[in-house]
């Protein structure tokens, strides 16, 4: 099983990325996929998730209004498009995979290597 996160970089507060999450080894229709995210000193948190069917999501409140999570069956891809970044967004962001869809770090079977998201003021 391999996840594989892209679409990180350095933007200036007020815009925009997608991150995107390749999965291989398991298809989407088995597994709900989140996204988390650990910034330099702090534990990693729950940014946002999404069932196996696409019909459940779930955002953080700090995230809910700016970012939106979506899948694509056909390319076995999950994404996370973030718009009004925020300098407190700056960290690594990572996907993963579970059969239960809960925000509980320790509940995901699979992770991916990470992105690195940087904010600037």
């Known amino acids: 099983v391999l996840l594989v996160e892209s679409g990180g970089g350095l933007v200036q507060a007020g815009g925009s990325l997608r991150l995107s999450c390749v999965v291989s080894?398991?298809?989407?229709?088995?597994?709900?996929i989140a996204w988390f995210r650990q910034a330099p000193g702090k534990e990693r948190e729950f940014v946002s998730a999404?069932?196996?069917?696409?019909?459940?999501?779930n955002y953080a409140d700090s995230v809910k209004g700016r970012f939106t999570i979506s899948r694509d069956y056909a390319k076995n891809t999950v994404y996370l498009i973030m718009n009004s970044l925020r300098p407190e967004d700056t960290a690594i962001y990572y996907c993963?995979?579970?059969?239960?869809?809960?925000?509980?770090?320790?509940?995901?079977?699979?992770w991916g290597q990470g992105t690195q998201v940087t904010v600037s003021s």
């Open positions: 993963a995979a579970a059969n239960t869809m809960t925000t509980m770090p320790r509940e995901y079977n699979y």
């Open positions: 080894g398991i298809t989407l229709d088995e597994y709900n």
């Open positions: 999404i069932s196996w069917s696409g019909g459940r999501t």
